[in-house]
């Protein structure tokens, strides 16, 4: 089991809690509308409890569930309060019409994440490879993740797997901006060669 805290509100931050939930984790939600933060935890029930914005959170994992241009100005925010934590980035750098990414092409919103976290917390990209929509049907998927720190990557792994989900490394911290990438690609495969958005990306090892 693990200790998750989630920052946001969204549709991801209620999806991953109600997967984290129902895989025995203890959850705490995060955000700015403490009233939000209620509800949230409320409707996802077991426990779930509401933080408050800006203070130390709770879990050992920390679930960036914000808009990606919000991620990094909310870490550094939170400064030493998330000192030692795994900070989890599930966010993707997307234009304003999902075409292209905002960051530089050798740049991430992971790794502009990890320039502003403090010493001690680890940033571990993961879920950004998965819709939303399709991670709340409860199927078992496939997460993509990149990080520098193995013990982070294991940590995150454990959490995935908790969840009924298949974590795959894909490396360094410096993938992410490839995983931002693929998330782009999913994007063009929605609109034109799948028609629609109800799938997702995997890696099937059979022969």
Same mark, same amino acid.
């Given at each position: 089991?693990?200790n998750?805290?989630?920052? %946001?509100? =969204?549709?991801? *931050?209620r $999806?991953i /809690?109600?997967?984290a939930?129902?895989g025995g984790?203890a959850?705490? +939600?995060?955000?700015?509308?403490?009233a939000?933060a209620?509800?949230l935890a409320?409707?996802? %029930?077991? =426990?779930?409890a *509401?933080? $408050?914005? /800006?203070t130390?959170?709770?879990?050992?994992i920390?679930?960036?569930? +914000?808009?990606h241009d919000?991620?990094?100005p909310?870490?550094?925010?939170y400064?030493?309060?998330?000192? =030692?934590k795994?900070i989890v980035?599930i966010?993707n750098?997307?234009?304003?019409?999902?075409?292209?990414l905002?960051?530089?092409a050798?740049?991430?919103?992971?790794q502009?994440i990890?320039k502003?976290?403090?010493a001690g917390?680890?940033?571990?990209?993961?879920?950004n490879?998965?819709?939303?929509?399709?991670?709340a049907?409860g199927?078992?998927?496939?997460?993509?993740?990149?990080?520098d720190?193995?013990?982070?990557?294991?940590?995150?792994?454990?959490?995935i797997?908790?969840l009924?989900?298949r974590?795959?490394d894909?490396?360094?911290?410096e993938?992410?901006?490839w995983?931002?990438?693929?998330?782009?690609?999913?994007?063009g495969l929605?609109?034109?060669?799948a028609?629609?958005?109800n799938?997702t990306l995997?890696?099937n090892?059979?022969?």
């Amino acid at each position: 089991m693990s200790n998750i805290s989630i920052i %946001g509100l =969204g549709n991801m *931050a209620r $999806t991953i /809690g109600a997967r984290a939930v129902a895989g025995g984790n203890a959850v705490q +939600v995060i955000g700015r509308d403490a009233a939000k933060a209620k509800n949230l935890a409320e409707a996802l %029930g077991s =426990g779930t409890a *509401a933080g $408050t914005f /800006g203070t130390a959170p709770a879990g050992d994992i920390v679930i960036l569930a +914000v808009p990606h241009d919000n991620a990094a100005p909310v870490v550094a925010q939170y400064g030493d309060a998330l000192a =030692g934590k795994v900070i989890v980035d599930i966010t993707n750098a997307f234009n304003s019409d999902a075409t292209g990414l905002t960051t530089a092409a050798d740049a991430s919103i992971a790794q502009e994440i990890a320039k502003v976290a403090p010493a001690g917390a680890h940033v571990v990209k993961a879920f950004n490879t998965v819709f939303g929509h399709v991670l709340a049907q409860g199927r078992p998927l496939d997460v993509l993740i990149a990080g520098d720190d193995a013990q982070a990557k294991a940590t995150v792994s454990a959490f995935i797997k908790s969840l009924g989900l298949r974590p795959l490394d894909t490396g360094s911290l410096e993938m992410a901006r490839w995983l931002e990438g693929t998330g782009l690609v999913m994007m063009g495969l929605g609109r034109y060669g799948a028609g629609n958005f109800n799938f997702t990306l995997g890696v099937n090892t059979s022969a």
